[in-house]
């Protein structure tokens, strides 16, 4: 149970799932959440954009659309084991057409619909969960692997959005409960060991291919290695460092021959790693982030590391805009916008110090 993080979805009727269905109705320990009715009006309401219904008009719209049912026998129940919370919801057409709605028109449904037959592959889950949770909310795609090795720590809850009944618990169970519960139907596989060279072909390729890779681990030879199996595989990867918001995009779908990380690391380098010492990889690091254009405050900190302070910072604010911009980039490439490779800062302090906002 510590581990589980798929919801169980059960079908109303059908013998198998009805018979689980009664069980848990019956058991006092479970929670039970059932808004089917409310859910019914909104799918009548996005049904029929321009009619304001009464209640018996809607009372009656309703009654039509269940044809004949009861509403304690339509719809879906979903079962999340690891909270033993049941809810009850509508079919999985109708639940993801309401629940995507008020994406329109900023998507459309012809692009909504696109959109759910991608895969996006995320490694890192503390920069890495705010990206998977942003892209579930707004459904851009259908499918969503994620693989990190590390579990949940007290000094995590500064960035990661979770609960600290969840310390020690794996980041991609956490990541992948939360998105379970926003919406049981998208497809979310997890590599609870993290990315290594026996599983990276699967999570590349298996089952299905990733078409955007979302780079934001820690880890100097992942970043790296995933790099070279998304060039071999002709993959997209994206990466979001949040320090000024700095987007990396690199574009081997279109270009194969473009150059690992933009060339900012040399071919022997990228070939040596295992063979760098603490101070070699550091300056790698540097290298790959291009150290003169960290903020203030980040070049203070990485000349504290091991000193004062045992890593570098990360904010709650800023991984929460890097998911954003992050999630909106990863849908352009997704949808076939002009998306080039290379890099851009979103940096809010730059705004402000150029007097960029607009005012009267």
Known sequence: MENSFKAEILQIGQPEDQ???????????????????????ELIKIKFPAVNFSIAEMNEAIRTHLQGRNMEEYGLWVY?????RLVHTLYEEEFVSVRTNRNQLKITKEEQDILRTKTVGIIGLSVGQSIALTMAMERICGTI?????????????????????????????????????I???????????????QNMEDF???????????????????KIN??????????????????????????????????????LIYEAEVHSLDNLSGEDRMNLVKQIVNVENLSAR????????GKSIRSWPQ???????GGAVTTDVTRKILLGEDVVSGRCYFDIDEVLRNNSMYNN
Not at 20 to 37: A, G, R
């Open 145 to 181: 692997k994620l693989a990190d090795f590390d579990t949940a720590e007290l000094s995590n809850l500064n960035r990661i959005r979770t609960g600290i009944h969840n310390l020690n618990i794996n980041k991609t169970v956490i990541a992948a409960r939360e998105i379970a519960e």
């Open 226 to 263: 995933s790099r070279i199996a998304a060039k071999k595989f002709r993959i997209p990867v994206i990466m979001e460092t949040n320090d000024k918001c700095m987007l990396d995009v690199e574009r081997y779908d279109i270009n194969e021959n473009y150059p690992i990380l933009h060339g």
């Open 315 to 321: 904010l709650a604010s800023s991984v929460t805009m």
């Open 204 to 222: 590349m390729l298996g089952t299905s291919k990733l078409d955007v890779l979302v780079e934001v681990c820690d880890g100097l030879d992942i």
């Open 80 to 84: 999340y084991p690891w909270s033993k």
């Open 183 to 197: 919406d049981p139907f998208i497809d979310v596989k997890i590599y609870q060991e993290g990315l290594t060279d």
């Open 19 to 41: 018979r689980k269905i009664d069980v848990l109705l019956n058991d006092k320990s479970i929670q039970k959440f059932d808004t089917i009715y409310t859910q019914l009006e």
């Open 298 to 305: 980040m070049l203070d900190s990485f000349g504290a590391m």
